[in-house]
């Protein structure tokens, strides 16, 4: 392959306390809590809204937010789920009278109005391409927008892309997939009318598998397929797997999306043939992003691990705790491969009040000096990063490397050297739930 020299001169055109890049959950916990400190935050994203899974993904639903007696991911996540869902959430508890299914219009309008009385300056369509550094710190990122190339120069910055593309491109190593490189599949949600919820019953591994054997699918799928009510009369699916999307590779997420859009009319098919109340549903629309389970995983100081979870670890450094349960999915459409997530999927959930720690280490990059990490891609194995990787579990770590960034960047420090006390108080004051705190 050849390769070209391409050099030209950019303009540096923000220069603030704290820069986040990526607006999905965990930036947008990020930038919110970053801004809380009187700090100058700048948030950048790529996509034409915030949100990321949960609004231009069209992720039907939110995964746990309690423990059935705390409110695990409060804070800027409590705001938020407080006006989504007009005082259906027991801010307490966190327990909801109603289900927590996703109108993503009514998210993105919330996200927006949050940041913006936050004061945290933000702009769609700003996809970072490059970073320059001066050793181990980072002094630019480099974006493109439809202005042109520009440079923003920021104390403190933090990840929030989901695939650790921040980090990557300031030479933090990573791991990926399992110890052969094999990544969980991802889904193409999508949003439904015409459903007659009152007839709708749930599924069960019988109907899909008579399918399969049908020849319905053009690649084989024995996961059930998930969807849940929006309205009286729609519905939003997190349907099917695509397999061997690599999220860090333009062409494999083509190739993906793609295949997400074929197998939506297949599993319509399967819908109005193999189940009752979907006989006259109608597809309104697939998402405009490829829901990704699973790429990098960015090595940090500390890393989290099944072990944790087992065993309700709690830390003296602990940002957060979370329980949402080991969730892998299948990474190949083989009956073995469904059987064994299946099964491994059933077997790994929490009890009512039990939950696992989060230590701060686990949003600090190795070999940096000036860069936190949020999101799915923190320090954790493989099996965490199937818990931490949903949307609450992203709140919870945003929030948390929001405003250590803040307060490095106020107090003039490494993230390394931070004094977690502080910052355990300073997310106390947000509204985090800590009861392990050391304050």
């Keep these: 392959m050849e390769n070209v020299t391409f050099l030209r001169s950019i303009p540096v055109r923000h220069e603030v306390d704290v820069l986040v890049v990526g607006g999905g959950p965990s930036g947008c916990a990020a930038a919110w809590a970053a801004a809380q400190s009187g700090q100058k935050v700048l948030l950048l994203e790529g996509h034409s809204c915030l949100g990321g899974l949960g609004t231009a993904g069209m992720v039907p639903a939110f995964m746990s937010i309690s423990d059935g007696y705390h409110f695990l991911c409060a804070g800027f996540a409590g705001k938020l789920l407080q006006r989504l869902y007009s005082g259906e959430i027991d801010m307490q508890t966190g327990e909801a009278k109603t289900g927590l299914s996703i109108r993503a219009e009514d998210l993105k309008r919330i996200y927006d109005e949050l940041l913006e009385e936050a004061g945290v300056e933000f702009y769609f369509h700003s996809q970072l391409i490059g970073v320059m550094q001066d050793g181990r710190r980072i002094d630019t990122a480099v974006f493109a927008a439809k ?32 110890e052969d490189g094999n990544v969980m599949a991802g889904s193409l949600c999508s949003l439904w009318a015409g459903i007659d919820w009152k ?17 319905i699918f053009k690649i084989p799928d024995y996961a059930l397929p998930g969807m849940w009510k929006i309205s009286d009369l729609t519905g939003g699916g997190n349907i099917g797997h695509v397999f061997g999307v690599d999220a860090t590779d333009e062409h494999s997420l083509t190739k993906g999306l793609i ?93 009512k009040g039990q939950s696992y720690g989060i230590p701060y280490g686990a949003l600090v990059p190795v070999d940096t000096e000036n860069l936190l990490v949020a999101g799915r891609c923190i320090g954790t194995d493989r099996l965490m990063e199937g818990s931490m990787r949903v949307m609450p579990g992203c709140y919870i770590s945003g929030q948390a490397a929001g405003t250590a960034a803040a307060l490095c960047a106020e107090a003039g420090v490494k993230p390394a050297e931070l004094n977690v006390e502080k910052l355990q108080k300073a997310l106390l004051v947000l509204g985090a739930y800590l009861p392990n705190a050391h304050v």
Excluded at 273 to 293: D, H, K, P, V
Excluded at 305 to 327: A, H, K, M
Excluded at 339 to 350: E, I, N, P, Q, V
């Design 259 to 351: 295949r997400g859009r074929q197998y939506v009319r297949e599993y319509e098919k399967y819908f109005k043939e193999y189940l009752t109340g979907y006989e006259n549903m109608e597809l309104i629309s697939t998402a405009s992003l490829l829901g990704i389970r699973e790429s990098r995983r960015i090595r940090c100081i500390e890393t989290l691990t099944y072990w944790d979870f087992q065993n309700l670890s709690v830390f003296e450094n602990e940002i957060g705790r979370y329980n949402y349960s080991v969730d892998v999915h299948p990474s190949n459409p083989s009956l073995e491969e469904h059987l064994k997530t299946h099964g491994d999927f059933k077997a790994r959930h929490l009890s």
């Design 199 to 215: 007839r709708v019953q749930k599924p069960d591994d019988r109907e899909i598998e008579r399918a399969v054997d049908d020849n």
């Design 147 to 178: 202005s042109g190339l520009f440079a923003v120069r920021a104390k403190q910055f933090v990840d929030c892309t989901g695939d650790g593309d921040l980090s990557v491109m300031a030479g933090v190593p990573f791991d990926m997939g399992d």
